[in-house]
């Protein structure tokens, strides 16, 4: 489910804010900073591109950079780190550029549009007979 917030910004709603507290916690436990912003350099490095181009293009709310975050960033980081997408993507958007105010590694949008999204349950018919 999402919501808008005073600033606009769509914002996960969890069912449990512990849950979301370790989450938050896991992520950047299993993927430190310095750690993480060396993977990203490298993985750029990897496919021929400019680290510099890279990490300003992957902080751009664009189709590009949601084309990146989706085929090689988020698969790449989480391969590297044997953790989740979900844990990368996490990681990511609480991830700030030092001195860029509140702008994070990953834009808002492309975080919430690369996010699972829970599959409804479905409803099982209780046994027995009729």
Not at 110 to 124: E, R
Request: charged share 25%; hydrophobic share 40%; with cysteine.
């Amino acid at each position: 489910m999402r919501r808008v917030s005073d600033d606009d910004e769509p914002e996960i709603v969890f069912d449990d804010e512990i849950e979301r507290q370790a989450d938050r916690f896991a992520a950047a436990f299993l993927l430190p900073a310095n750690l993480f912003e060396r993977e990203v350099i490298l993985i750029a490095r990897g496919i021929g591109a400019d680290p510099h181009w890279c990490l300003t293009e992957l902080m751009m709310a664009s189709d590009q950079s949601l084309k990146m975050w989706q085929n090689i960033f988020v698969p790449a980081l989480s391969h590297s780190f044997g953790v989740s997408k979900t844990a990368t993507l996490i990681r990511a958007h609480s991830l700030q550029l030092a001195g860029g105010g509140r702008r994070t590694l990953i834009p808002s949008r492309l975080f919430y549009d690369l996010m699972p999204k829970p599959t409804p349950s479905v409803a099982t018919p209780p046994s027995g007979g009729r």
